[in-house]
């Protein structure tokens, strides 16, 4: 399996159940991030445009890159009605090749855990080093890591998430496995959204992977990359990170 699996078939749930988790908890620190900078910004797996549009909304051109068609419909079709389309491009491609010419961005971000899609060391390399052609000189990568997720308990077909009107308005059940690879630091899902009830029911399912480094591992593959890290976030309000933040923001610079 590998990282980018999956995403097609989650696309047409995960708004409806990020609303309930992650929300917008994470957007006003994107907005700030990008306000500091001239320029187009980047962000890495930008997938329904939940960081994207809000970021653009507040006045900065984002290039979108993602490697889901389904992610980015719908990515692209809140472009249009948001009327962004002159702020907002919607690239598909993969973050492991950037198909942009270097030094082309000031700001690379990476929110909500894109970079643990990753799930071997040679794709990381690829994409950080990828990500330090890209930028600027002086340019800054931020970077999330969902910090809980190699605390994820292991357990088999439990419902996690239950709603009265999924995104097509039926009754919606989250049917969700957890296995960990503590060895390869990888967390895996097995996710099965329910919708409707009964005979009729219709069923998807698929599978997510992602990797997990420390913060420390990942400052060390940043500065292999010829970034600097200029700062260790441990809450969206720029407070400092230590090892029992639950927020894991890096900032590096290109040197
Ligand atoms: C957790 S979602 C993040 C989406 C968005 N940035 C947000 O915060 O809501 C991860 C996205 O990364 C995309 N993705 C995963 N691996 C990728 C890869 N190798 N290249 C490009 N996109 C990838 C998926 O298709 C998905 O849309």
């Not at 999956?6 to 047409?12: I, M, T």
């Not at 917008?24 to 997938?47: N, Q």
């Not at 942009?100 to 060391?121: C, N, R, T, W």
Request: contains cysteine; positive net charge; proline residues 5%.
């Amino acid at each position: 399996m590998e990282g980018w699996h999956g995403w097609d078939e989650y696309a047409a749930y995960y708004d409806w159940e990020n609303a309930q988790t992650v929300g917008r908890r994470d957007i006003a620190f994107w907005k700030h991030m990008a306000s500091t900078v001239r320029g187009p910004v980047l962000e890495l797996g930008c997938g329904t445009g939940r960081v994207a549009l809000p970021v653009a909304r507040n006045g900065t051109t984002v290039v979108g890159i993602d490697r889901s068609q389904p992610m980015l419909d719908r990515a692209r079709k809140r472009v249009r009605r948001a009327r962004l389309q002159s702020q907002v491009q919607l690239v598909r491609g993969d973050i492991r090749f950037l198909p942009f010419p270097d030094k082309s961005f000031p700001l690379v971000m990476a929110p909500y855990g894109i970079l643990q899609s990753l799930l071997v060391e040679r794709d990381l390399t690829k994409t950080l080093a990828a990500v330090s052609r890209g930028l600027t000189r002086k340019g800054t990568f931020g970077l999330e890591l969902v910090a809980d997720l190699p605390a994820w308990d292991e357990y088999s077909k439990r419902i996690s998430m239950r709603g009265k009107r999924g995104p097509n308005g039926k009754p919606i059940t989250l049917v969700e496995s957890v296995v960990q690879d503590r060895a390869k630091q990888i967390t895996r899902f097995e996710q099965e959204f329910v919708e409707g009830r009964g005979k009729n029911a219709v069923r998807q399912k698929f599978g997510l992977a992602f990797r997990t480094l420390t913060v420390p591992q990942m400052v060390r593959r940043l500065e292999k990359a010829g970034l600097e890290v200029s700062a260790l976030l441990g809450d969206y309000r720029g407070g400092p990170w230590d090892l029992r933040s639950e927020v894991w923001i890096i900032l590096a610079r290109r040197g």
